[in-house]
């Protein structure tokens, strides 16, 4: 099986369009699991980054969640290198004009210079190029990002397919020239010692060992990976935090007629989680400051990303705003700031295999359906990518349930709820997050990326080798008593902060006893989430044929009956996380079903 990738520009695969940090709250499990299944952002971040930090320490593992600021240009060009050395991978450049189908079917697509390529799956990755249109105050420019162009004419040929089409909005702050900033006004922010790096593989990473004097063992001679950026930094990065004034407020405040979101230029949807300075301003008056971000965006550039202070205001505007705040009095804008509006399609029109319900074999992944950020894009690409190669292969489709990954809840809300802005990952959105922590994404997902041939058999041994380690430490942990209690039953206990265990045979993984202790202290709200599992499982095995005629069906209330027939729910589980469909609802169609003899698993339909 041969894959080609196809981009507008070469040079910028896996470009960071906005900040190049990777992770954060929820982001962070979804890297990992990208990583378990075999991907590589863990390991170009891991290699890229210039700080790592594990955010939510303070609460509970569940939210642990680890992120890393990256140099933007080598993770780029390690994301680069990994592309074109891949084996049955092709690259090439050029502006994907049209899809082409015959008979409901995708054949291939059609580039801007005519030329045409027959594949028998297509993945459309369009991010925010989409009929791109960039905004500086009033100033509009047709483009994906700055100084790129956009795709313009993909969206007509989508629409002849059969897909509806809408509108988003997203932005960026201005980058500022680090010299002319002055970081004694703004507070420091260190990484976390030792490492927390992202991927399970990190091990691949070193490659300098020597022997120990008189000893004989090898170890390593750094405490980075010596390719790595870190390595080339010596050591890590610090980032700094910042605040908006008063003065800040005022600028916005006078200046708002100039802003196209606020002059109605800007038609499209902006992120909620993720506001310009001006809708922070306005949204929250009552706040005194806001906090911002000073973040490095490589160690070969003195570009300072000020996260926090997007804005689609004009460029004069954008330079009174950055010398309000805290530290930049003088700073230099190397970049300006800018609002980019962009079409996507509705997820609600895919399968949950992300598969286009208005075409066969044509699979969309990112910004297209309706996500924001790298995580979640990379989370849906992976997804598609599989099931795009199981499709050529015959093969079912793979479908992660939400209990099993982050993956998996972002996939089902977008194709079960739709979005009408943006959508963020949360660790909120997850209800069995104590099971989706991101320590244990190798044990969820590593036979899943194995199964399916994309986490190396070298990796997958190593898995292995930590999940028995697991078992046997908790086996003897179960086996040891304390007085008449075994030691798990001890660390149960809700007054118990720590047992002084006694030491194996021979010495645990750091990474195998903390996956201990977790499971351990948190036993029984594991198994009360388990328990919960198992009875969503029971409505995610009552399969609705694709044939069912919901106008049929009595006793449906309107909307649940507009939304049932738009979204062609695949399992009783999936219509019951549509909005506004009730269990009333839900038992009309169960009654509809079961006189039909039709409600079963889907061995049985």
Same mark, same amino acid.
């Given at each position: 099986?041969?894959?080609?990738?196809?981009?507008?520009?070469?040079?910028?695969?896996?470009?960071?369009?906005?900040?190049?940090?990777?992770?954060?709250?929820?982001?962070?499990?979804?890297?990992?699991?990208?990583?378990?299944?075999?991907?590589?952002?863990?390991?170009?971040?891991?290699?890229?980054?210039?700080?790592?930090?594990?955010?939510?320490?303070?609460?509970?593992?569940?939210?642990?969640?680890?992120?890393?600021?990256?140099?933007?240009?080598?993770?780029?060009?390690?994301?680069?290198?990994?592309?074109?050395?891949?084996?049955?991978?092709?690259?090439?450049?050029?502006?994907?004009?049209?899809?082409?189908?015959?008979?409901?079917?995708?054949?291939?697509?059609?580039?801007?210079?005519?030329?045409?390529?027959?594949?028998?799956?297509?993945?459309?990755?369009?991010?925010?190029?989409?009929?791109?249109?960039?905004?500086?105050?009033?100033?509009?420019?047709?483009?994906?990002?700055?100084?790129?162009?956009?795709?313009?004419?993909?969206?007509?040929?989508?629409?002849?397919?059969?897909?509806?089409?809408?509108?988003?909005?997203?932005?960026?702050?201005?980058?500022?020239?680090?010299?002319?900033?002055?970081?004694s006004k703004t507070e420091r922010q260190d990484g976390d010692e030792p490492v927390p790096y992202f991927s399970h593989w990190t091990d691949e990473l070193f490659h300098v060992e020597q022997e120990e004097p008189g000893i004989g063992t090898r170890h390593r001679t750094s405490a980075y990976p010596p390719n790595s950026v870190l390595a080339q930094a010596g050591g890590q990065v610090p980032c700094h935090i910042t605040y908006t004034t008063s003065k800040t407020a005022e600028i916005v405040?006078?200046?708002?007629?100039?802003?196209?979101?606020?002059?109605?230029?800007?038609?499209?949807?902006?992120?909620?989680?993720?506001?310009?300075?001006?809708?922070?301003?306005?949204?929250?008056?009552?706040?005194?400051?806001?906090?911002?971000?000073?973040?490095?965006?490589?160690?070969?550039?003195?570009?300072?990303?000020?996260?926090?202070?997007?804005?689609?205001?004009?460029?004069?505007?954008?330079?009174?705003?950055?010398?309000?705040?805290?530290?930049?009095?003088?700073?230099?804008?190397?970049?300006?700031?800018?609002?980019?509006?962009?079409?996507?399609?509705?997820?609600?029109?895919?399968?949950?295999?992300?598969?286009?319900?208005?075409?066969?074999?044509?699979?969309?992944?990112g910004q297209i359906n309706g996500t924001s950020g790298y995580e979640e894009a990379a989370g849906q690409g992976i997804m598609a990518g599989i099931n795009a190669a199981l499709r050529v292969k015959g093969l079912p489709p793979l479908v992660l349930g939400r209990d099993q990954a982050y993956i998996g809840v972002l996939i089902d809300d977008l194709v079960t709820k739709g979005t009408s802005e943006p959508y963020r990952m949360f660790t909120s959105r997850a209800e069995y997050r104590l099971?989706?922590?991101?320590?244990?994404?190798?044990?969820?997902?590593?036979?899943?990326?194995?199964?399916?041939?994309?986490?190396?058999?070298?990796? !997958?041994?190593?898995? =292995?080798?930590?999940? @028995?380690?697991?078992?046997?430490? $908790?086996? /003897?942990? &179960?086996?040891?008593?304390? %007085?008449?209690?075994?030691?798990?039953?001890?660390?149960?206990?809700?007054?118990?902060?720590?047992?002084?265990?006694?030491?194996?045979?021979?010495?645990?993984?750091?990474?195998?006893?903390?996956?201990?202790?977790?499971?351990?202290?948190?036993?029984?709200?594991?198994?009360?989430?388990?328990?919960?599992?198992?009875?969503?499982?029971?409505?995610?095995?009552?399969?609705?044929?694709?044939?069912?005629? !919901?106008?049929?069906? =009595?006793?449906?209330? @309107?909307?649940?009956?507009?939304? $049932?027939? /738009?979204? &062609?729910?695949?399992?009783? %589980?999936?219509?019951?996380?549509?909005?506004?469909?009730?269990?009333?609802?839900?038992?009309?169609?169960?009654?509809?079903?079961?006189?039909?003899?039709?409600?079963?698993?889907?061995?049985?339909?």
């Open positions: 099986m041969e894959t080609l990738l196809i981009t507008m520009n070469l040079d910028t695969i896996c470009q960071m369009s906005c900040n190049p940090a990777i992770g954060g709250l929820a982001k962070g499990h979804l890297v990992r699991e990208i990583d378990a299944l075999g991907g590589e952002m863990g390991l170009a971040t891991d290699l890229s980054g210039l700080q790592f930090r594990v955010l939510n320490r303070k609460k509970g593992p569940a939210v642990w969640a680890p992120r890393a600021q990256c140099d933007k240009k080598a993770y780029q060009f390690q994301m680069k290198k990994v592309c074109e050395r891949q084996d049955r991978l092709s690259c090439a450049q050029g502006e994907v004009v049209a899809v082409t189908t015959e008979a409901g079917r995708v054949t291939g697509i059609e580039t801007a210079l005519g030329v045409r390529f027959a594949g028998r799956t297509v993945i459309l990755t369009t991010g925010t190029f989409l009929r791109g249109l960039l905004h500086f105050g009033m100033t509009r420019i047709e483009g994906g990002r700055a100084g790129e162009a956009a795709a313009a004419k993909l969206s007509e040929s989508l629409k002849a397919i059969g897909l509806s089409l809408g509108r988003l909005k997203t932005g960026t702050p201005p980058r500022l020239l680090r010299r002319t900033i002055d970081f405040r006078a200046n708002l007629h100039k802003s196209p979101l606020y002059a109605g230029v800007i038609k499209g949807v902006g992120p909620r989680y993720c506001p310009s300075i001006e809708d922070k301003i306005v949204r929250f008056a009552d706040k005194q400051r806001h906090q911002l971000f000073l973040e490095p965006e490589g160690i070969n550039t003195e570009e300072i990303y000020i996260n926090g202070l997007s804005t689609s205001m004009p460029y004069e505007v954008q330079v009174a705003l950055v010398h309000s705040v805290v530290g930049c009095e003088n700073a230099e804008i190397m970049r300006p700031a800018y609002a980019v509006e962009y079409d996507y399609a509705d997820p609600t029109q895919l399968t949950p295999w992300l598969e286009s319900k208005a075409c066969n074999n044509l699979f969309l992944a099971l989706l922590r991101q320590d244990n994404a190798d044990l969820r997902l590593c036979r899943i990326g194995y199964e399916v041939g994309l986490l190396p058999k070298s990796r !997958y041994e190593k898995f =292995l080798a930590k999940e @028995t380690a697991i078992n046997a430490e $908790l086996e /003897r942990l &179960r086996s040891t008593k304390d %007085g008449s209690l075994t030691l798990e039953q001890v660390l149960k206990r809700p007054d118990v902060k720590h047992v002084d265990l006694p030491q194996p045979e021979s010495p645990v993984p750091e990474d195998v006893a903390a996956e201990v202790e977790v499971i351990i202290k948190y036993a029984g709200y594991i198994e009360r989430q388990q328990a919960e599992v198992e009875r969503m499982r029971q409505m995610e095995s009552m399969v609705i044929p694709d044939w069912v005629d !919901y106008d049929a069906i =009595l006793g449906l209330k @309107t909307e649940s009956r507009q939304k $049932l027939k /738009r979204i &062609r729910p695949q399992t009783l %589980g999936q219509a019951s996380r549509i909005s506004g469909v009730s269990p009333s609802d839900l038992g009309m169609i169960m009654i509809w079903l079961k006189a039909r003899g039709r409600v079963g698993s889907p061995e049985q339909q």
